[in-house]
């Protein structure tokens, strides 16, 4: 089970707001899974995607809009939001269309 998300009071950075499309690149069989980033910080981000649709544990997420991959990690999951730590960038994979 993954923790609660944290309170705004309890976060160590300031997210700011965005809304950026992106997706979670997970390279099991070159999978591809939409998804809105909703805020965002150096180390990690919170992004919306639907509740139904699992989130691996570790993927690349790749966000078009920056030409940029943040290799990310699920810290926690509530519905339709999740929020990631970033782990490092590294360019879009070769076989993903966007």
């Known amino acids: 089970m ?15 707001r965005v809304l950026k499309g992106a997706t979670i ?4 069989q070159n ?6 980033i909703r ?3 150096q ?3 919170e992004i ?3 509740a139904d649709v699992p ?5 690349l997420l790749y966000v078009p809009s920056e030409g940029i991959g943040y290799r990310a990690t699920l810290a926690w999951r509530k519905g339709d939001r999740a929020g990631l730590r970033f782990d490092g960038t590294e360019p879009k ?3 993903h269309y966007g």
């Open 55 to 59: 989130v691996p544990s570790h993927f």
């Open 25 to 28: 690149l997970t390279g099991m």
């Open 48 to 50: 919306r995607i639907d």
């Open 39 to 41: 805020n965002m910080h």
């Open 43 to 45: 180390h990690g981000a």
């Open 2 to 16: 993954l923790p609660e998300p944290k309170s705004d009071e309890e976060r160590r950075e300031h997210r700011r």
């Open 31 to 36: 999978s591809a899974l939409s998804c809105t």
């Open 93 to 95: 994979p070769s076989w």
